[in-house]
């Protein structure tokens, strides 16, 4: 069950123009905070706004690197991460087959249904424990 917004504003920046793209956002979401449910180290997830995007940190456990969604130039929603981390690197030698990104800070996306629970789940866990650095895992 995916939480209540955080805040009217936060609630707010989901209001996007484009149908697709708010049944996107909202999926990634909900995505975000299934997966921190499943990952106990990350602790309590934040979603507040930065940049004015949708914004899920993990303020108790410092274990997680932020995440952000928003709608990019280039696609209709994106998730983005910290430009200088390792993640979008790391997912794109563990998922070879994704070739939609924005440099190293955004997996694009266009259509709802490209939002995959194993592929971009396995992204959101090692944002969320990025401080602690499990050894890289195979996806499954």
């Known amino acids: 069950m995916t ?4 805040s009217r504003e936060v609630e707010a920046a989901f209001d996007v123009a484009d149908r697709q793209a708010r ?3 909202l999926a990634l979401r909900r995505l975000i905070f299934d997966t ?3 990952t106990p180290e990350a602790g309590r997830i934040e979603e507040t ?10 303020p108790e456990s410092k274990t997680g690197s932020t995440l952000r969604l928003g709608v990019p130039k280039d696609a209709r929603f994106a998730l983005f991460v910290h ?3 390792r993640l979008i690197p790391e997912f794109a030698a563990a998922f070879p087959a994704w070739d939609r990104f924005e440099g190293t800070r955004a997996v694009l996306f ?4 490209d939002v995959e629970p ?3 789940g ?13 050894p890289l895992e195979t996806p499954v």
């Open 36 to 38: 921190a449910a499943q």
């Open 110 to 113: 266009n259509d709802p249904r």
């Open 83 to 85: 430009c200088q981390s």
């Open 118 to 120: 194993i592929r971009h």
């Open 122 to 134: 396995w992204l959101i866990r090692r944002a969320l424990t990025y401080r602690i650095r499990p």
């Open 23 to 25: 049944a996107g956002l």
């Open 49 to 58: 706004l930065r940049w004015g995007q949708p914004s899920y940190l993990t």
């Open 3 to 6: 939480p209540p917004f955080a």
